[in-house]
């Protein structure tokens, strides 16, 4: 049987943005399990989760967003999503580099990201990437746009059901089209 397809996911994805402490959004755990169920999900954790500084030892990072969503079963790695500036930039050259050894190092297919900035270097990288949270109004025209455009967690995730189900590449559905319609209700509520 082949190894099932690994989900990077970024840590922001998972945690709210308000108050003090980043705490794990309300619909995390349930996320998480139904991308179990299409492949492994790797959580990215970089420096900084919902506004607040994460500690600088990525082995500090790594648990302590561990310990907030308490799933045992999860992978979570130290991994600063890098942005990308302009084709021949050295910041675009370092970005593609690292999406492109963590797409290999994890044999991952698709990613799950809040920021646009991670958008080009991931896509470039060959993974599928879902942007969660709406677009920005003064979104940089020049960024390359995701494969699909989520509107929270649980559309990203019904997106990559639906993807899976019809057994052909998310980017084969139009960016920015909800299938959360066509999905069977069941995806996301426990059936």
Same mark, same amino acid.
């Given at each position: 049987m082949a190894e099932q397809p690994r989900i990077l996911i970024g840590g922001s994805t998972l945690f709210s943005d308000g108050g003090p *402490?980043? +705490?794990?959004?309300?619909?995390? +755990? /349930?996320?998480?399990?139904r991308l179990r169920e299409l492949g492994e999900p790797v959580v990215l954790v970089g420096n900084d989760l919902g #506004?607040?500084?994460?500690?600088?030892? $990525? +082995?500090?990072?790594?648990?302590?967003?561990?310990e907030r969503l308490d799933i045992p079963w999860?992978?979570? *790695?130290? =991994?600063?999503?890098p942005g990308a500036g302009r084709p021949m930039d050295?910041?675009?050259?370092? %970005?593609?580099g690292s999406w492109v050894s963590l797409r290999s190092t994890w044999?991952?297919?698709?990613?799950?990201?809040? =920021?646009?900035?991670?958008?080009?270097?991931?896509?470039? %990288?060959?993974?599928?990437? /879902?942007? /969660? #949270?709406a677009r920005g109004t003064g979104a940089d025209p020049t960024h390359p746009r995701a494969d699909y455009e989520a509107i929270d967690l649980l559309d990203a995730v019904r997106h990559l059901a639906f993807s899976d189900a019809f057994d052909r590449p998310a %980017?084969? /559905?139009? %960016? #920015?089209?909800?299938?959360?319609?066509?999905? $069977?209700?069941?995806v996301l509520e426990g059936g």
């Amino acid at each position: 049987m082949a190894e099932q397809p690994r989900i990077l996911i970024g840590g922001s994805t998972l945690f709210s943005d308000g108050g003090p *402490v980043p +705490r794990p959004l309300a619909k995390a +755990r /349930i996320a998480l399990e139904r991308l179990r169920e299409l492949g492994e999900p790797v959580v990215l954790v970089g420096n900084d989760l919902g #506004g607040r500084s994460l500690p600088d030892d $990525p +082995r500090d990072r790594v648990a302590w967003v561990r310990e907030r969503l308490d799933i045992p079963w999860l992978t979570v *790695v130290a =991994f600063d999503e890098p942005g990308a500036g302009r084709p021949m930039d050295p910041t675009t050259k370092h %970005a593609d580099g690292s999406w492109v050894s963590l797409r290999s190092t994890w044999r991952a297919e698709s990613l799950l990201t809040s =920021f646009e900035s991670s958008v080009g270097a991931a896509r470039r %990288a060959g993974l599928n990437v /879902i942007r /969660i #949270g709406a677009r920005g109004t003064g979104a940089d025209p020049t960024h390359p746009r995701a494969d699909y455009e989520a509107i929270d967690l649980l559309d990203a995730v019904r997106h990559l059901a639906f993807s899976d189900a019809f057994d052909r590449p998310a %980017a084969a /559905i139009s %960016a #920015g089209s909800s299938p959360a319609a066509a999905a $069977p209700p069941d995806v996301l509520e426990g059936g």
